[in-house]
């Protein structure tokens, strides 16, 4: 049972056919595919016990369901990367299984297991596919297209034949650089520390492949723009923008100073990076650099703020858990020590802070038709709550308090120190987008809440 567990505990499939049914069709599967597959649909699904009945709707604050992780790989490889959504799933990547459950129930809709330990994962999806990586042999290589709607493959292939793999696909011998994946415009592109590629998402059909000079990092983000960051020598930070099928004509090309420093991507649409130009550790200081996404000039920096509370905010993260971009508001919304700060996006000048509980740090989350949510954790003794302020302004519109039992106070808190919130479909979803340590660590927990 998880420590996330509560009051829930999903019930197991009802298995009742023969084992030696269930078995040969394991075989079968496996043989077919290289997955050991099934789905949960309909009548047959596995449908998480939550504190309130399913007949009745959960009240704004109160726990809608959980979900918690299963038998990991014993070495190593414990990355949770990937976590995407269709109009009704939310489905989540773990080590060695991807599983999709109903955003507002929590029923288990289906699930594969994986015959080699997950490795990489494209941050974002798209037309309900998103691809992973597992591992081949000893080599972060096998690529897997996933429709997100129902779980079957879309393609299985290889980057390349396992004896030109290398090194740098040796999670053993990769260093601090792992290969990285993104969807852009109808592709999928690999990079890694001395290579890229390119495949077509439709089926999987390789596009284009280069040789790079070996660096210490290689990351990429996609979306409306395919973004590349590699980071050679002491000195400087490469960023290009990708045309997927010529990789070695990029639509431009740009250097950052290192400074021993990072950059995420926040956002490529519009193009906001977060970049690290102080000496690291402990009281690392992290600017947010607006570029134009034509020419990848800088347009405007948001200096740093010693209020601000970033979180996660590096490299495979691809992202900072404690900002915001926003096209419509023209904005960034940066998180705080009891606050909220709003940057304006053209001026890189403050245009409002909300403040909170001073004691706690307070995450933009999402902007719903005009408002931020801004989600305030649960500790162990105080409930967590989200606060829906005006994007105009910044004067609270509406607050809704997070359920107060103890039991669900401390599973938030434990949640809310590891994981991206996402509000979806009337819930905050507390999802673990990283590594999970142990076998009782719950990777989904749901929480009712308004979208606006």
């Not at 297991?113 to 999806?125: D, M, Y």
């Not at 000893?138 to 996933?146: D, G, P, Q, S």
């Not at 034509?294 to 993260?317: D, I, M, P, Q």
């Not at 909300?354 to 949510?373: C, E, F, H, I, Q």
Request: hydrophobic residues 35%; neutral net charge.
């Amino acid at each position: 049972m998880s420590s996330l567990g509560g009051n829930f505990t999903p019930r197991r499939p009802p298995w009742r056919r023969p084992a030696v049914l269930i078995g040969l069709v394991i075989v079968l599967l496996l043989a077919a595919g290289g997955w050991a597959l099934w789905s949960f649909l309909g009548a047959g699904s596995s449908k998480p016990k939550g504190p309130d009945d399913a007949a009745h709707a959960p009240a704004a604050g109160t726990v809608a369901w959980q979900a918690e992780a299963r038998v990991k790989p014993d070495e190593g490889m414990r990355e949770a990367l990937g976590t995407w959504f269709t109009s009704s799933l939310v489905v989540k990547a773990e080590p060695d299984v991807v599983t999709a459950y109903d955003i507002k129930s929590g029923e288990k809709k289906w699930s594969f297991l994986l015959t080699g330990t997950l490795c990489a994962a494209s941050r974002e999806s798209e037309g309900d596919v998103a691809v992973i990586a597992a591992m081949f042999g000893n080599h972060c290589m096998n690529l897997k297209a996933i429709d997100l709607r129902d779980g079957h493959r879309v393609w299985d292939e290889l980057l390349m034949e396992e004896k030109d793999a290398g090194d740098n696909l040796d999670p053993k011998k990769w260093g601090k650089s792992g290969p990285r994946l993104a969807l852009y415009d109808g592709h999928v592109y690999t990079t890694w520390k001395d290579g890229e590629q390119t495949r077509r998402l439709s089926d999987g059909k390789r596009v284009d492949q280069r040789k790079q000079d070996a660096c210490e990092w290689a990351d990429t983000t996609g979306g409306k723009r395919l973004i590349s960051i590699t980071y050679c020598g002491e000195s400087e930070i490469k960023l290009r923008s990708l045309d997927p099928a010529k990789l070695d004509k990029p639509k431009w090309s740009s250097s950052l100073k290192r400074n021993d420093g990072f950059v995420s991507v926040i956002s490529t649409d519009p193009l906001v990076l977060s970049q690290s130009p102080g000496k690291g550790g402990q009281d690392n200081r992290y600017d947010f650099v607006v570029l134009d996404p034509e020419t990848g000039k800088e347009k405007t920096r948001v200096v740093y703020n010693s209020y601000w509370r970033l979180g996660a905010c590096f490299l495979s993260t691809s992202g900072c858990t404690g900002a915001l971009a926003d096209k419509d508001s023209n904005s960034l919304y940066v998180a705080g020590q009891g606050v909220t700060m709003a940057y304006d996006l053209t001026t890189g000048k403050e245009r409002w802070t909300y403040k909170s509980d001073a004691n706690r740090v307070t995450v933009p989350t999402a902007v719903r038709d005009g408002k931020l949510a801004t989600y305030v954790p649960a500790t162990a003794e105080r409930r967590g709550r989200l606060d829906y302020v005006s994007t105009t302004d910044g004067k609270v519109a509406r607050v809704v308090e997070h359920s107060d039992r103890d039991e669900d106070r401390k599973n938030e808190s434990k949640m809310a120190k590891v994981t991206f919130p996402r509000l979806v479909n009337g819930r905050l979803l507390l999802v673990v987008d990283g590594g999970v340590a142990s076998d009782e660590d719950g990777v989904i927990l749901a929480i009712s809440a308004p979208d606006a």
